[in-house]
Protein backbone atom coordinates (compact mmCIF):
# COMPACT_ATOMS: atom_id res chain seq x y z
CA UNK A 1 0.00 0.00 0.00
CA UNK A 2 1.66 3.69 -1.30
CA UNK A 3 1.59 5.82 1.10
CA UNK A 4 0.12 9.26 0.50
CA UNK A 5 2.45 12.20 1.03
CA UNK A 6 1.82 15.21 2.50
CA UNK A 7 1.37 17.99 0.50
CA UNK A 8 4.54 20.59 0.70
CA UNK A 9 3.98 23.09 4.22
CA UNK A 10 3.89 26.79 3.68
CA UNK A 11 7.33 27.92 5.17
CA UNK A 12 5.86 30.07 8.21
CA UNK A 13 4.59 26.72 9.59
CA UNK A 14 7.21 25.05 8.83
CA UNK A 15 9.71 27.25 10.77
CA UNK A 16 7.74 27.80 13.80
CA UNK A 17 7.15 23.85 13.40
CA UNK A 18 11.14 23.36 13.67
CA UNK A 19 11.79 25.85 16.11
CA UNK A 20 8.95 24.28 18.40
CA UNK A 21 10.33 20.90 17.98
CA UNK A 22 13.98 22.16 18.74
CA UNK A 23 12.92 23.67 22.11
CA UNK A 24 10.96 21.00 23.09
CA UNK A 25 13.64 18.35 22.12
CA UNK A 26 16.53 21.03 24.03
CA UNK A 27 14.50 21.27 27.37
CA UNK A 28 13.59 17.25 27.24
CA UNK A 29 17.19 16.54 27.03
CA UNK A 30 18.60 18.80 29.82
CA UNK A 31 15.80 17.92 31.76
CA UNK A 32 16.23 13.90 31.68
CA UNK A 33 20.16 14.41 31.23
CA UNK A 34 19.90 16.81 34.72
CA UNK A 35 17.65 14.15 36.50
CA UNK A 36 19.79 11.17 35.46
CA UNK A 37 22.41 13.05 36.80
CA UNK A 38 20.82 13.67 40.13
CA UNK A 39 20.06 9.78 40.70
CA UNK A 40 23.25 9.34 39.82
CA UNK A 41 25.09 12.00 42.83
CA UNK A 42 21.88 10.63 45.24
CA UNK A 43 23.45 6.80 44.83
CA UNK A 44 26.83 7.93 45.05
CA UNK A 45 26.08 9.90 48.35
CA UNK A 46 24.13 7.12 49.73
CA UNK A 47 26.94 4.89 49.11
CA UNK A 48 29.46 6.77 51.61
CA UNK A 49 26.85 7.39 54.41
CA UNK A 50 27.24 5.40 57.55
CA UNK A 51 25.38 2.66 58.53
CA UNK A 52 23.12 4.36 60.72
CA UNK A 53 22.53 7.70 58.58
CA UNK A 54 21.85 5.53 55.50
CA UNK A 55 18.87 3.60 57.54
CA UNK A 56 17.94 6.89 58.57
CA UNK A 57 17.77 8.18 55.37
CA UNK A 58 16.37 4.73 54.12
CA UNK A 59 13.22 4.95 56.74
CA UNK A 60 12.53 8.82 55.87
CA UNK A 61 12.57 7.37 52.69
CA UNK A 62 9.57 4.95 53.15
CA UNK A 63 7.95 7.74 55.74
CA UNK A 64 9.11 6.32 59.11
CA UNK A 65 10.74 8.51 61.58
CA UNK A 66 14.18 7.12 62.35
CA UNK A 67 15.31 7.66 66.05
CA UNK A 68 16.92 11.40 66.97
CA UNK A 69 20.54 10.13 66.91
CA UNK A 70 20.84 8.61 63.53
CA UNK A 71 18.49 11.26 62.19
CA UNK A 72 20.99 13.95 63.46
CA UNK A 73 23.91 11.89 61.82
CA UNK A 74 22.12 12.10 58.94
CA UNK A 75 21.51 15.82 58.48
CA UNK A 76 25.47 16.12 59.94
CA UNK A 77 26.73 14.72 56.35
CA UNK A 78 23.90 15.95 54.11
CA UNK A 79 25.09 19.63 54.98
CA UNK A 80 28.85 18.83 54.46
CA UNK A 81 27.75 17.72 51.26
CA UNK A 82 24.96 20.07 50.08
CA UNK A 83 27.49 22.85 48.55
CA UNK A 84 29.25 20.33 46.20
CA UNK A 85 26.48 17.99 45.65
CA UNK A 86 24.74 21.56 44.84
CA UNK A 87 27.63 22.79 42.42
CA UNK A 88 27.68 19.09 41.02
CA UNK A 89 23.52 19.25 40.00
CA UNK A 90 24.10 23.08 38.76
CA UNK A 91 26.78 22.23 36.54
CA UNK A 92 24.99 19.00 35.18
CA UNK A 93 22.01 21.06 34.10
CA UNK A 94 24.24 23.70 32.49
CA UNK A 95 26.49 20.67 30.70
CA UNK A 96 23.09 18.98 29.76
CA UNK A 97 21.68 22.40 28.43
CA UNK A 98 25.17 22.87 25.93
CA UNK A 99 25.13 19.64 24.99
CA UNK A 100 21.40 19.88 23.82
CA UNK A 101 21.97 22.81 22.67
CA UNK A 102 24.70 21.58 20.42
CA UNK A 103 22.39 18.40 19.09
CA UNK A 104 19.84 21.13 17.81
CA UNK A 105 21.81 22.99 16.08
CA UNK A 106 22.98 19.83 14.10
CA UNK A 107 19.65 18.60 13.69
CA UNK A 108 18.75 22.22 12.74
CA UNK A 109 21.61 22.76 10.31
CA UNK A 110 20.41 19.41 8.59
CA UNK A 111 16.79 20.09 8.25
CA UNK A 112 18.01 24.08 7.01
CA UNK A 113 20.15 22.41 3.99
CA UNK A 114 17.09 20.08 3.16
CA UNK A 115 15.42 22.71 2.92
CA UNK A 116 17.62 25.33 0.95
CA UNK A 117 18.73 22.43 -1.48
CA UNK A 118 15.57 23.26 -3.74
CA UNK A 119 16.85 26.72 -3.91
CA UNK A 120 20.26 25.47 -4.64
CA UNK A 121 19.28 23.60 -7.71
CA UNK A 122 17.24 26.83 -8.42
CA UNK A 123 20.09 28.67 -8.63
CA UNK A 124 21.99 26.51 -10.48
CA UNK A 125 19.39 26.33 -13.22
CA UNK A 126 18.89 29.89 -13.03
CA UNK A 127 22.65 30.28 -13.87
CA UNK A 128 22.21 28.12 -16.64
CA UNK A 129 19.02 30.00 -17.74
CA UNK A 130 21.19 33.11 -17.66
CA UNK A 131 23.75 31.92 -19.72
CA UNK A 132 21.35 31.70 -22.36
CA UNK A 133 20.08 27.54 -21.78
CA UNK A 134 16.31 27.93 -22.00
CA UNK A 135 15.74 24.53 -21.56
CA UNK A 136 16.72 23.97 -18.06
CA UNK A 137 14.40 22.70 -15.37
CA UNK A 138 14.33 21.54 -11.96
CA UNK A 139 12.93 18.78 -11.01
CA UNK A 140 10.16 18.79 -8.15
CA UNK A 141 11.39 18.29 -4.89
CA UNK A 142 9.45 16.88 -1.34
CA UNK A 143 11.81 18.16 0.74
CA UNK A 144 10.99 22.31 -0.04
CA UNK A 145 8.25 24.37 1.34
CA UNK A 146 4.55 25.51 -0.37
CA UNK A 147 6.51 28.95 -1.18
CA UNK A 148 9.87 26.92 -2.60
CA UNK A 149 7.48 24.24 -4.71
CA UNK A 150 5.67 27.66 -6.57
CA UNK A 151 8.74 29.13 -6.92
CA UNK A 152 9.91 25.97 -8.66
CA UNK A 153 6.72 25.55 -11.04
CA UNK A 154 6.73 29.64 -11.70
CA UNK A 155 10.82 28.84 -12.78
CA UNK A 156 9.76 25.87 -15.07
CA UNK A 157 6.85 27.31 -16.55
CA UNK A 158 9.29 31.00 -16.78
CA UNK A 159 11.81 28.12 -18.74
CA UNK A 160 9.45 26.71 -21.10
CA UNK A 161 7.84 30.56 -21.88
CA UNK A 162 11.63 31.83 -22.77
CA UNK A 163 12.66 28.38 -24.52
CA UNK A 164 9.40 28.49 -26.38
CA UNK A 165 9.82 32.47 -27.40
CA UNK A 166 13.46 32.07 -28.11
CA UNK A 167 12.71 29.11 -30.89
CA UNK A 168 9.33 31.61 -32.17
CA UNK A 169 11.94 34.53 -32.61
CA UNK A 170 14.47 32.36 -34.43
CA UNK A 171 11.82 31.19 -36.94
CA UNK A 172 10.71 34.39 -37.21
CA UNK A 173 14.22 35.85 -38.02
CA UNK A 174 14.72 33.08 -40.82
CA UNK A 175 10.65 34.07 -42.11
CA UNK A 176 11.72 37.46 -42.41
CA UNK A 177 14.73 37.13 -43.76
CA UNK A 178 13.10 34.12 -46.38
CA UNK A 179 9.68 37.29 -46.98
CA UNK A 180 12.47 39.88 -47.58
CA UNK A 181 14.89 38.12 -49.98
CA UNK A 182 12.66 37.67 -52.62
CA UNK A 183 11.13 40.84 -53.59
CA UNK A 184 14.81 42.21 -52.44
CA UNK A 185 16.38 40.12 -55.35
CA UNK A 186 13.66 40.97 -57.65
CA UNK A 187 14.39 44.59 -56.89
CA UNK A 188 18.25 44.31 -56.95
CA UNK A 189 18.29 42.21 -59.99
CA UNK A 190 15.91 44.31 -61.96
CA UNK A 191 17.67 47.61 -61.14
CA UNK A 192 21.14 46.17 -61.91
CA UNK A 193 19.61 44.90 -65.29
CA UNK A 194 18.25 48.32 -65.71
CA UNK A 195 21.74 50.21 -64.88
CA UNK A 196 23.40 47.29 -67.58
CA UNK A 197 20.98 47.89 -70.36
CA UNK A 198 19.81 44.09 -70.23
CA UNK A 199 15.91 45.24 -69.36
CA UNK A 200 13.90 48.26 -70.59
CA UNK A 201 13.36 51.04 -68.08
CA UNK A 202 9.86 50.84 -69.23
CA UNK A 203 6.62 51.81 -67.59
CA UNK A 204 5.73 48.13 -66.75
CA UNK A 205 9.17 47.40 -65.63
CA UNK A 206 8.73 50.41 -63.01
CA UNK A 207 5.45 49.05 -61.81
CA UNK A 208 6.47 45.41 -61.45
CA UNK A 209 9.08 46.64 -58.93
CA UNK A 210 6.56 49.34 -57.18
CA UNK A 211 4.66 46.17 -57.09
CA UNK A 212 7.42 44.49 -54.86
CA UNK A 213 8.15 47.41 -52.90
CA UNK A 214 4.53 48.20 -51.76
CA UNK A 215 5.38 44.27 -50.75
CA UNK A 216 8.09 44.92 -48.77
CA UNK A 217 6.08 47.96 -47.02
CA UNK A 218 2.90 45.33 -46.13
CA UNK A 219 5.80 43.38 -44.14
CA UNK A 220 6.99 46.41 -41.96
CA UNK A 221 3.78 47.83 -41.76
CA UNK A 222 2.84 44.02 -40.18
CA UNK A 223 5.53 43.69 -38.21
CA UNK A 224 5.38 47.45 -36.65
CA UNK A 225 1.77 46.81 -35.86
CA UNK A 226 2.68 43.36 -33.84
CA UNK A 227 5.91 45.25 -32.03
CA UNK A 228 3.27 48.10 -30.86
CA UNK A 229 0.56 45.07 -30.36
CA UNK A 230 4.09 43.65 -27.63
CA UNK A 231 4.54 46.61 -26.08
CA UNK A 232 0.66 47.27 -25.48
CA UNK A 233 0.80 50.65 -27.45
CA UNK A 234 -1.59 49.44 -30.86
CA UNK A 235 -4.59 50.81 -29.42
CA UNK A 236 -4.15 54.66 -28.46
CA UNK A 237 -7.33 56.00 -29.67
CA UNK A 238 -10.55 54.24 -28.58
CA UNK A 239 -13.87 56.25 -29.46
CA UNK A 240 -17.76 55.73 -29.58
CA UNK A 241 -18.61 53.89 -32.73
CA UNK A 242 -20.64 52.18 -34.43
CA UNK A 243 -18.58 49.03 -36.01
CA UNK A 244 -21.12 48.33 -38.50
CA UNK A 245 -20.59 51.71 -40.50
CA UNK A 246 -16.68 50.92 -39.77
CA UNK A 247 -17.60 47.94 -41.78
CA UNK A 248 -19.55 48.98 -44.35
CA UNK A 249 -17.07 51.39 -44.99
CA UNK A 250 -14.46 48.69 -46.31
CA UNK A 251 -16.39 46.56 -47.83
CA UNK A 252 -16.92 48.98 -50.17
CA UNK A 253 -13.64 50.31 -50.36
CA UNK A 254 -12.68 46.73 -51.36
CA UNK A 255 -15.70 45.30 -53.50
CA UNK A 256 -13.07 46.17 -56.82
CA UNK A 257 -10.64 43.39 -54.50
CA UNK A 258 -13.83 41.02 -54.00
CA UNK A 259 -15.36 41.51 -57.67
CA UNK A 260 -11.63 40.62 -59.05
CA UNK A 261 -11.77 37.41 -57.05
CA UNK A 262 -15.25 36.44 -58.58
CA UNK A 263 -16.74 36.50 -54.74
CA UNK A 264 -20.47 37.75 -54.33
CA UNK A 265 -20.84 39.64 -51.17
CA UNK A 266 -23.45 39.52 -48.51
CA UNK A 267 -23.61 41.56 -45.00
CA UNK A 268 -25.82 41.08 -42.01
CA UNK A 269 -24.82 44.30 -40.41
CA UNK A 270 -26.41 45.02 -37.15
CA UNK A 271 -25.85 48.49 -35.63
CA UNK A 272 -23.08 47.49 -32.85
CA UNK A 273 -21.92 50.96 -30.76
CA UNK A 274 -18.54 50.42 -29.23
CA UNK A 275 -15.77 52.11 -28.17
CA UNK A 276 -13.08 51.31 -30.58
CA UNK A 277 -9.50 52.51 -32.19
CA UNK A 278 -11.58 52.64 -35.91
CA UNK A 279 -8.45 52.68 -37.91
CA UNK A 280 -7.33 49.48 -36.34
CA UNK A 281 -10.91 47.80 -36.96
CA UNK A 282 -10.26 48.79 -40.56
CA UNK A 283 -7.32 47.18 -40.62
CA UNK A 284 -8.62 44.18 -38.84
CA UNK A 285 -11.54 43.77 -41.08
CA UNK A 286 -9.08 44.36 -43.94
CA UNK A 287 -6.78 41.73 -43.22
CA UNK A 288 -9.54 39.16 -43.39
CA UNK A 289 -11.02 40.28 -46.53
CA UNK A 290 -8.12 39.76 -47.98
CA UNK A 291 -7.16 36.15 -46.48
CA UNK A 292 -10.89 35.33 -47.98
CA UNK A 293 -9.71 36.67 -51.46
CA UNK A 294 -6.75 34.23 -51.00
CA UNK A 295 -7.80 31.15 -49.81
CA UNK A 296 -11.84 31.46 -50.05
CA UNK A 297 -12.31 33.06 -53.76
CA UNK A 298 -13.27 29.23 -55.46
CA UNK A 299 -16.35 29.46 -52.87
CA UNK A 300 -17.25 32.58 -55.03
CA UNK A 301 -19.09 33.74 -51.83
CA UNK A 302 -18.83 35.93 -48.57
CA UNK A 303 -21.00 36.72 -46.14
CA UNK A 304 -20.23 39.44 -43.33
CA UNK A 305 -21.99 39.70 -40.14
CA UNK A 306 -21.43 42.69 -37.07
CA UNK A 307 -23.77 41.90 -34.01
CA UNK A 308 -23.43 43.55 -30.59
CA UNK A 309 -23.64 40.52 -27.84
CA UNK A 310 -26.01 40.72 -24.51
CA UNK A 311 -22.65 41.24 -22.70
CA UNK A 312 -22.58 44.63 -24.67
CA UNK A 313 -19.20 42.97 -26.59
CA UNK A 314 -19.51 43.41 -30.36
CA UNK A 315 -18.49 40.54 -32.82
CA UNK A 316 -16.88 41.32 -36.34
CA UNK A 317 -17.89 37.81 -38.47
CA UNK A 318 -17.07 36.65 -41.73
CA UNK A 319 -18.33 33.55 -43.63
CA UNK A 320 -17.16 31.69 -46.51
CA UNK A 321 -17.46 28.85 -49.01
CA UNK A 322 -13.86 27.99 -49.38
CA UNK A 323 -11.75 24.63 -48.57
CA UNK A 324 -11.59 26.29 -44.89
CA UNK A 325 -8.87 25.87 -42.61
CA UNK A 326 -6.60 22.39 -41.90
CA UNK A 327 -6.60 20.28 -38.96
CA UNK A 328 -4.38 21.24 -36.29
CA UNK A 329 -4.69 25.07 -37.34
CA UNK A 330 -5.16 26.08 -33.54
CA UNK A 331 -1.29 25.72 -32.91
CA UNK A 332 -0.42 27.25 -35.75
CA UNK A 333 -2.79 29.76 -37.66
CA UNK A 334 -2.05 32.85 -35.78
CA UNK A 335 1.78 32.56 -35.56
CA UNK A 336 3.09 34.92 -37.35
CA UNK A 337 4.35 33.92 -41.09
CA UNK A 338 2.13 30.91 -40.89
CA UNK A 339 0.28 30.61 -44.29
CA UNK A 340 -2.73 27.76 -45.81
CA UNK A 341 -0.35 27.08 -48.44
CA UNK A 342 1.97 24.15 -46.79
CA UNK A 343 4.88 25.41 -49.93
CA UNK A 344 4.81 28.44 -48.17
CA UNK A 345 4.78 29.97 -51.83
CA UNK A 346 4.34 33.44 -52.52
CA UNK A 347 2.15 32.59 -55.50
CA UNK A 348 -1.22 33.73 -52.81
CA UNK A 349 0.76 36.95 -52.01
CA UNK A 350 -0.12 38.33 -48.44
CA UNK A 351 2.83 38.40 -45.76
CA UNK A 352 1.40 35.57 -43.81
CA UNK A 353 1.18 37.73 -41.27
CA UNK A 354 -2.61 38.50 -41.49
CA UNK A 355 -4.29 36.47 -39.09
CA UNK A 356 -1.31 37.40 -36.32
CA UNK A 357 -2.10 41.35 -36.75
CA UNK A 358 -5.80 40.56 -36.64
CA UNK A 359 -5.42 38.82 -33.49
CA UNK A 360 -3.24 41.25 -32.39
CA UNK A 361 -5.73 43.80 -32.90
CA UNK A 362 -8.37 41.90 -30.83
CA UNK A 363 -6.50 41.54 -28.01
CA UNK A 364 -5.64 44.89 -28.12
CA UNK A 365 -9.08 45.86 -27.52
CA UNK A 366 -9.89 42.82 -24.82
CA UNK A 367 -11.10 40.56 -27.24
CA UNK A 368 -10.26 38.08 -29.26
CA UNK A 369 -10.31 36.34 -32.88
CA UNK A 370 -12.10 33.35 -33.01
CA UNK A 371 -11.99 30.68 -36.24
CA UNK A 372 -13.53 27.32 -37.00
CA UNK A 373 -14.93 25.32 -39.82
CA UNK A 374 -18.23 25.66 -40.70
CA UNK A 375 -20.64 22.78 -41.01
CA UNK A 376 -21.28 21.77 -45.02
CA UNK A 377 -17.99 23.30 -45.81
CA UNK A 378 -16.30 26.66 -45.76
CA UNK A 379 -14.70 29.09 -42.78
CA UNK A 380 -15.87 31.53 -40.23
CA UNK A 381 -13.60 33.74 -38.72
CA UNK A 382 -14.65 36.44 -35.96
CA UNK A 383 -13.45 39.42 -34.31
CA UNK A 384 -14.76 39.79 -30.81
CA UNK A 385 -14.32 43.05 -29.52
CA UNK A 386 -14.87 44.25 -25.36
CA UNK A 387 -15.67 47.81 -24.02
CA UNK A 388 -13.23 49.31 -22.13
Not at 87 to 94: A, Q
Not at 99 to 105: D, E
Not at 294 to 304: I, P, S
Amino acid sequence: MKIPRLPPLPLATLTAVIITVMLLLSVGMTYFGATWYAAYLEKSITENLPPNALTAYYDLDKGILPDQASLKLLLDNLNVLQEPTDLKVNLSILICGLLSALVCAVIGMFLARQIARPLAELTSAAEGLKSGDFSVSVAASSHGTREVSSLMDTFNALATSLDSMEKRLRFNNMAVAHELRTPLTILQGSLQGMLDGVFPMDRKMISDLLFQVEGLGRIVEDLRTLSLAIGQKLVMERQWTDVSQVVAAVLTSAKPMLDNNKLTLETGLEPAFISVDSPRVRQAVLALLENACRYAADGNWLRCETERLPDESVVIRLLDRGPGFPQGLDAVATNPFWRGDPSRSRATGGTGLGLSVVQAIALAHGGRLEFANREGGGAMVAIHLRPE
